[in-house]
C-alpha cells in the first residue's frame, strides 16, 4: 500500500516546467507593425507567439502592461508564467517620424488659397505638436473643414494624415495668416565701413510689423554699399546705414584733374573729407595750398570744376 500511496501523491504534484520554457515579460519590446503579438510581450511564448492579441501602440507611442495585465494575458493563452513581484510589467514602443512641417504648411496652403490667402502671409500655428507616422511610411497629409476669416487673418481646419500602417489621422487646428513684407537681411556680422558683398545679404520674407521703414527690400539697394555702422548676423539693412563706397578718404592724397579744350593738367592735392564716386569733395592742393571743390571721377581722382580752378597747376600729362 505504501508504494502505491506514494506514486498518487506524485501524481498530485503540480508538474515541474524547465526554466528555458517558461515565459517572461519582455522589459521592453520594439514593434514595426500595427498588430501586437503574444511574442511582443512575452519571451518564450512558443508558437503562440505570432497570435495576435490587439493593436500595436500609434507611432511614436509606447504601451506599458502591469502585472495584473500580465497575468490576464498568461491565464488567457495558457502561458506558463506568475509573476515574481507585483511590480513586473511589459513595455511596448513603436517608433515613429514626425510629419515635417514644411509638409503641413503646404497642405494647409493649398486649402486656404482657394479662401483668399495671400501667398506670401505666414501660417502662424503657435507650439505645434505634429502627427507622427510610421518611419518608412509615405503620409499624404490634407486639409478640410478650413475657414479663414479675412479681416483678422484667422482659420481654423482639420488636419487628415493617411499613411500605411496606422489608421487616418485626424488633427484639429487653429492659428493665423500673418502678412509679410520683404527685406534684406545680413549673413554674417558686417563691421563699420565695409562694402556688402553678394554673399553677406540675403533677401527674406518677415513679418510686416517687424519691418521697420526704410528697411531695404531689394538686393541692389544693399549689394555694393559701405556700412554707416557695424550689422549683426540677421539684421535686416536699413537705407539709413549705407552709403556708396568712398572712391577718396579723408586725409588721402588725390590726383586733381583739370581739364579744357585742348589741354588736361593734374596736382597732387589732399582730401579733406570722405566721398564715394560723383560726390563733391573739398580737396587742398599741395602746390598752392588753396582749397577748391572737385568731383570724384574714380578711386584718388578728383575732377575740378569749372570756375573753381586750383592755384598753379604743378605738373601736365
Do not use: Y
Amino acid at each position: 500500500m505504501r508504494p502505491l500511496a506514494f506514486a498518487l501523491f506524485c501524481l498530485l504534484l503540480p508538474v515541474a516546467v524547465p526554466a528555458q520554457e517558461m515565459a517572461a515579460p519582455r522589459p521592453l519590446s520594439i514593434v514595426e507593425e500595427p498588430v501586437l503579438r503574444l511574442g511582443d510581450v512575452f519571451e518564450n511564448a512558443g508558437e503562440r507567439a505570432a497570435q495576435a492579441i490587439g493593436a500595436a501602440p500609434a507611432p511614436g507611442r509606447r504601451l506599458v502592461l502591469d502585472v495584473a495585465q500580465l497575468s490576464a494575458l498568461a491565464r488567457a493563452h495558457n502561458l506558463p508564467w506568475r509573476p515574481l513581484t507585483a511590480h513586473e510589467r511589459a513595455v511596448v514602443e513603436r517608433p515613429g517620424r514626425p510629419v515635417p512641417r514644411e509638409e503641413i504648411d503646404a497642405a494647409l496652403r493649398a486649402d486656404l488659397s482657394r479662401l483668399g490667402l495671400d501667398p506670401d502671409a505666414e501660417l502662424d500655428l503657435g507650439p505645434l505638436l505634429p502627427p507622427v507616422v510610421p518611419p518608412a511610411a509615405a503620409a499624404h497629409v490634407s486639409a478640410e473643414n478650413t475657414a479663414l476669416d479675412a479681416t483678422t487673418g484667422r482659420f481654423s481646419t482639420t488636419l487628415v494624415v493617411l499613411a500605411e500602417g496606422m489608421p487616418t489621422a485626424r488633427m484639429r487646428l487653429a492659428g493665423r495668416a500673418v502678412p509679410t513684407q520683404p527685406a534684406v537681411i545680413a549673413t554674417r556680422r558686417i563691421a563699420l565701413g565695409e562694402m556688402v558683398g553678394a554673399a553677406d545679404a540675403r533677401l527674406v520674407r518677415l513679418r510686416a510689423e517687424r519691418v521697420r521703414p526704410g528697411t531695404a527690400q531689394r538686393l541692389d539697394q544693399v549689394v555694393g554699399q559701405q556700412l554707416r555702422r557695424p550689422m549683426a548676423a540677421q539684421m535686416p539693412f536699413a537705407s539709413a546705414d549705407l552709403a556708396a563706397p568712398a572712391m577718396v578718404e579723408k586725409n588721402a592724397l588725390v590726383t586733381m584733374l583739370l581739364e579744357a579744350p585742348g589741354l588736361s593738367l593734374s596736382v597732387q592735392g589732399r582730401a579733406l573729407e570722405a566721398a564715394p564716386r560723383g560726390a563733391l569733395v573739398p580737396v587742398v592742393n599741395l602746390a598752392s595750398r588753396a582749397v577748391v571743390e572737385g568731383e570724384v571721377v574714380g578711386p584718388g581722382r578728383v575732377r575740378v570744376l569749372a570756375g573753381a580752378a586750383p592755384a598753379p597747376i604743378a605738373s601736365a600729362r
